[in-house]
């Protein structure tokens, strides 16, 4: 019983070596979120079915029973979980923990188990911009939560990520200016953004909460 006891507590399981993967690439990422995203996904999908299990074995039954139930109904989410658990999959071969074709792999192997997946959304086209007077007039009379983010988005020029999680700490009212750090900005470098008029007035109108976020979302303390 002993030694069956230390064989378990020296396996390594497939979360593990999602962990260390994850640990590994965490600095070489630019974005904070993904590696955010990759835990999440992983957490929510994966690792209730085949966290516990060592990645040699890891079945193509596995991978089915975690991508079929949201195939359809969470198709982006489904591809991105694939393409992750191909990856630690992929991982745990370099490191020696499994070995034969990658049962999560798309090419000749799942896309001949699941079904075509409907098409993807197709993206809107950008508004003429001479009709942005139109947008700002319907903006301006919106309750919507996103109607403020959006705004201060078009008087700044910034990214929307870059907007949803600035804190009230970044401006300096006194020189009209907002400062947001390196490690917000996709090109980790701070960035400087001058604040028009509209822009002040728009800031104005914004309530100030305990989070310090301008764009709390609806759970309390996370951006929109």
Not at 21 to 46: C, D, F, M, P, S
Not at 73 to 101: P, Q
Not at 143 to 162: D, H, I
């Amino acid at each position: 019983d002993s030694q069956e006891h230390a064989a378990k507590v020296n396996v390594i399981t497939f979360d593990m070596v999602a962990v260390d993967y994850i640990e590994a690439k965490r600095g070489e990422w630019t974005n904070a979120k993904h590696a955010y995203q990759w835990e999440q996904t992983l957490t929510t999908y994966v690792f209730p079915v085949i966290g516990h299990l060592p990645p040699a074995e890891v079945t193509t039954e596995h991978v089915l029973e975690i991508l079929q139930p949201i195939w359809h109904t969470k198709a982006e989410t489904a591809r991105r979980v694939r393409n992750r658990i191909e990856i630690i999959l992929n991982a745990a071969k370099a490191r020696k923990l499994r070995e034969g074709e990658n049962v999560a792999a798309w090419r000749g192997h799942l896309e001949l188990l699941l079904p075509a997946q409907k098409p993807r959304v197709r993206h809107m086209p950008a508004l003429p911009y001479q009709k942005a007077p139109l947008l700002w007039q319907a903006l301006k009379q919106s309750q919507a939560m996103a109607a403020a983010p959006l705004m201060f988005t078009l008087l700044t020029g910034v990214r929307s990520s870059e907007a949803r999680f600035a804190t009230w700490n970044e401006f300096d009212f006194q020189q009209r200016l907002w400062v947001v750090p390196a490690e917000r900005m996709k090109a980790r470098i701070e960035h400087r953004v001058p604040l028009s008029t509209a822009a002040m007035e728009l800031l104005a109108t914004i309530p100030k909460l305990p989070s310090g976020l301008l764009f709390e979302g609806q759970k309390e303390g996370q951006p929109l």
